[in-house]
């Protein structure tokens, strides 16, 4: 099975293979998984490695912000809604408000409504409901960033 990324530029690629920056090195499409479940971490870092994605973890919204206040970037994020410290709607309205623009993915378990409009108009890109599986991330990889 192969998984195409559409990029900014509009090109395509299949997962697992390098993007090429403009000097020439190449980086691995990334992703950041927030979240403060322990299976779950570990179960969306498993899908997403498969795939030949490189990730890495932050276990609360404080976590990720810091990561990306540090100089980190990345492709896409998967955002945990209920989360201790920060949740996922206060980070990634502080992600969208330090200028991020990869794609954030919400991923919640909450069957509210309201809470989840509130995630969505937060920033999100995607929302889904927990847990991924290999055929949601290919679907969520497909669809176009807004």
Do not use: Y
């Amino acid at each position: 099975m192969m998984f195409l990324i559409s990029q900014e530029i509009g090109q395509k690629m299949s997962l697992g293979d390098k993007v090429s920056s403009s000097k020439g090195t190449e980086k691995p499409f990334t992703a950041l998984i927030v979240d403060d479940d322990f299976l779950i971490r570990k179960m969306h870092e498993s899908i997403l490695k498969s795939v030949g994605i490189t990730t890495q973890i932050a276990h609360n919204g404080n976590e990720a912000v810091d990561i990306f206040r540090s100089g980190a970037n990345f492709d896409i994020v998967l955002m945990d809604m209920e989360m201790p410290i920060m949740n996922g709607i206060e980070a990634t309205k502080e992600l969208r408000a330090m200028g991020v623009v990869c794609k954030i993915v919400g991923v919640t378990s909450c069957e509210n409504t309201a809470e989840k409009e509130a995630f969505k108009q937060a920033g999100l890109d995607i929302l889904h409901e927990k847990p991924l599986t290999l055929a949601k991330v290919n679907s969520i990889l497909e669809q176009p960033q807004n």
